[in-house]
């Protein structure tokens, strides 16, 4: 089986630098295999008939014999353009494809890592502002906790509570209540928050309680009243019971009339007895004259 060598191998082999093969391989001294990724190989038995390694004495020039003088022999862009012109350019084309696919394929690696890396750092972007957020949301919920606990201990009705949840709802906010706000002052907002609340609930009381006594007081006037009106009642029976059942039937519908239009709480019984009788002397002295002109 043939055995085939690197370019370095040729070289050692020769005796001669990597840059005189490619030179011989040039001049066709020497003639270059290529592999399926383009790289140069050369026959073991081509390169050993040009002989192995070897000295000889000294030229003139001080150069080993049998050997060319590389820096002479290197050729002219003309005599690398000449007869071997077919094998050379087609694998340094294919060098160039395979440099331009490296070149490629680590473009292609770094745009994925470039990907990869703007990817996870989005994702932790995304992932410490829902921590941010969670925050803020753990501390107004704390917020509003506090508020609620404060309108229980003012000993707020449920309805009231209610309204307190729900304007602390609206009023503890992200907005109203920033992060860099400290957390005593905040919490004193929402406490004078919730005392507005609780002043306006025992303004509400104060009002319901006056209007209520407002109400008792009627009701004790007028119970007063309708009890000095039926004393004058009774009073008008017995000073009209000698008096004819007609006359007297009339004087006292008249005189309940008038005492329903005239007398006030603060009357006094004896005021109600002395009203009585003088309608009642009024009343009869109307009678007799009455009979006086009949």
Known sequence: MSEYLTIA???ALLGVTVDTVRVWEHQGRLRAYRTAGGHRRFLAEEVRSLGGPRQSAATPGGRAGGLP???????TPSQLLG???????PG????ARAKLEAIRAREATRELIQGREAEEARARADAEAAARERECRQRLDALKEYGRQ??????????WRARVTADLETYVSPIQFPSSLPEDEARSF????????????RAECARLEQDEERRRERQRTHARVQGLVAFGMTRAG?????WDSTESERAKRELERELRARVRSDWTETDV???VEDFLEEVDEEDEDDKEDG
């Open 9 to 11: 191998q040729a070289a």
């Open 69 to 75: 003088n590389t820096r002479e022999s290197l050729p």
């Open 83 to 89: 007869g071997r012109e077919s094998a050379y350019w």
């Open 92 to 95: 340094r084309a294919r060098d």
């Open 150 to 159: 404060r309108a229980y201990q003012a000993g707020l009705p449920p309805e």
């Open 190 to 201: 929402v406490a004078a928050r919730v005392n507005e609340i609780v002043e306006e609930f």
């Open 238 to 242: 017995w000073a009209t019971l000698l």
């Open 273 to 275: 007895s002395g009203f």
